[in-house]
């Protein structure tokens, strides 16, 4: 069943207003438009806690292993963090608390998109200590553009500032040294963007949602919103030349081959266009790809890869299906009924079914996790608002697929970000507020899942179906270094009459097949030790499908295995453990 109650909760919590469009809707609404779930991928990761005590994490980056070295993270309460590695030693590079706007949409502690959201350092940092930040602070004076129509007030304004580090391998950033390029007045507080970035041109980029409410629609998005209007800068992603001077205001240039240079009706920072809240994006570090994840509205979830002039459909379209405003209802999308050429579909997409906000992350280029290498790497803030958010990847043909994670069945927290390091590496960023309040913020590296000891308990509520019995039992399984061999233990207390117990390959609360024989030959009746041995090769012709430790190591890191203890009064299984 779709998720249309809670995302209608959401937009009551969230009070957007909307101002009612004079047409009737004709079209019909798609209820579920992706059937099938995102699948489970066999890419098996560990998230090892790099920092702890922030309190919203939302973008990381780094400069050069020459110059600082680890981790920047931006916390979306006003600090940089300079992460050291591999001691997770925090300390403030740069603090613009006093220039943010006060947090708080719906008033103290809670949800905000807005803050301090972006940072970027100049290709050539080490020797001028340049970097840029993207704020959201107060209205204070005169905005750069504006979509906000006389009488009305802005909610707060975006804007970009350089800053330098006097000694940039070993100070931290001159307060003093604030130079404003850039402010935008935002109608609302939500659908911020919120990236600034330097791409493979040494030009940097930054995106911008389409103002905030719901449809875009509402003060400061004109008749026709914001998203399909190039000439309004929201809903964008723009490209300038900070080291220019050729822009309007004097204090950044626009690059010549801009795609809407010279066109009249155009904000020529415009890179591309089309997008509701590009909340992330990045480049990818081999080829100079740029991806953007676009949060949706109720419906879909989109990455995109994005090329100069492109239009990336919002609000004609939602995802690849087109939108329908529904006047003062909510929207909803429907089956095209007319050709669209000139809009830009995603090359990845997931309904609600599967979570309501997409997190924008990077294509992986590091080293430690081979499986991943070259798949961009992305995830959903929180599937029902309750800290579980999802961590998932792109394979060749583009299906997004979940990662594995180790121990957990979701992140057990609200994602919030990813970071890079200089070596590819990607860090996790969360809390458990899903706010910016707090200090329950934290950096997590993905890592390969590379356990060697695992454990079952087993008893009979877990047999599926269950069994009444006050039987139980611990399974202990450790691999040797060269993973070659697993050797095991099995305990069980208060059973009679076991016939056999092997490892099963099946999730929990199904059953499946035997892989590995841990004890056969009974009837026995034990208490305590029923069975120590050592695992060099997988039961022959099983239809689990493993052919090598190697494969069972695989499965035991999946947590799609169980130990079951099979008895003469319980032959299916009186007492079962998932292995974990």
């Given at each position: ?306 090329s100069a002039g492109g239009?990336y459909g919002w609000n ?25 050429p000139d809009l830009i ?236």
């Open positions: 069943m779709r998720k249309k109650s809670l995302i209608v909760l959401i937009t009551l919590l969230f009070g957007l207003t909307v101002v009612a469009s004079a047409v009737a809707s004709n079209h019909e609404p798609v209820e579920d438009p992706i059937p099938a779930p995102i699948a489970e991928g066999n890419v098996q990761v560990q998230l090892e806690t790099v920092a702890t005590g922030l309190t919203a994490p939302v973008w990381g980056t780094a400069v050069s292993d020459r110059c600082h070295g680890g981790l920047f993270v931006v916390d979306q309460d006003g600090i940089l963090w300079h992460i050291e590695m591999p001691a997770g030693e925090k300390s403030v590079f740069l603090d613009v608390s006093d220039h943010l706007v006060a947090l708080g949409a719906f008033g103290p502690g809670s949800f905000d998109e807005r803050g301090f959201l972006g940072t970027a350092f100049h290709p050539d940092y080490e020797h001028n200590g340049l970097l840029y930040t993207y704020t959201s602070q107060p209205v204070e004076g005169p905005a750069d553009f504006s979509t906000i129509p006389a009488g009305e007030t802005a909610n707060h304004q975006a804007v970009i500032t350089e800053w330098q580090v006097p000694n940039p391998c070993h100070g931290v950033v001159d307060p003093a040294s604030a130079r404003e390029l850039l402010r935008i007045d935002e109608p609302q507080f939500n659908h911020d963007g919120g990236t600034v970035a330097f791409g493979p041109d040494g030009h940097l980029y930054i995106s911008l949602g389409d103002g905030g409410n719901r449809d875009d629609e509402g003060v400061g998005h004109g008749p026709d919103g914001n998203g399909q209007n190039p000439g309004t800068i929201l809903g964008t992603i723009l490209r300038i030349d900070p080291s220019g001077s050729s822009s309007a205001n004097g204090q950044y240039g626009i690059p010549a081959d801009n795609p809407f240079v010279g066109l009249d009706g155009h904000v020529e920072e415009i890179y591309a266009y089309g997008f509701r809240n590009p909340y992330r994006f990045s480049f990818d570090s081999l080829t100079g790809d740029l991806y953007a994840a676009d949060v949706g509205q109720g419906d879909l979830e989109e990455v995109d890869l994005v239009n004609i379209k939602e995802g690849s299906f087109c939108f329908d405003p529904n006047g003062a209802d909510p929207g909803f999308v429907f089956t095209c009924d007319t050709d669209h579909d995603p090359i990845a997409e997931y309904d609600h079914d599967e979570g309501v906000a997409i997190v924008g992350g990077f294509v992986y280029r590091g080293g430690r996790v081979a499986n991943l290498q070259g798949h961009y790497v992305f995830g959903e803030f929180a599937q029902t608002f309750s800290n579980d958010g999802r961590l998932f990847y792109l394979d060749e043909n583009n299906e997004i697929l979940e990662f594995q994670i180790a121990g957990q069945e979701n992140l057990g927290a609200s994602l919030l970000g990813f970071g890079q390091d200089t070596q590819g590496e990607l860090y996790v960023l969360a809390n458990s507020t899903g706010t910016p309040f707090g200090d329950s913020g934290v950096v997590m590296r993905i890592v390969p899942d590379d356990r060697r000891s695992f454990r079952a308990d087993l008893n009979g509520a877990e047999e599926v179906p269950p069994v009444e019995t006050e039987a139980t039992g611990l399974a202990n399984f450790a691999a040797n270094s060269r993973e070659t061999a697993v050797r095991y233990t099995l305990h069980v207390r208060d059973i009679e009459d076991v016939l056999a117990a092997h490892i099963h390959c099946a999730p929990v609360g199904e059953n499946g097949p035997v892989g590995v024989t841990l004890f056969s030959g009974g009837p026995v009746t034990v208490d305590g030790l029923l069975a120590r041995g050592v695992i060099t090769e997988p039961d022959a012709g099983n239809s689990c499908g493993w052919t090598t430790v190697a494969d069972v190591l695989t499965a035991l890191r999946s947590g799609d295995t169980y130990v079951n203890v099979h008895t003469a009064a319980n032959p299916p299984g009186e007492i079962r453990g998932q292995i974990k």
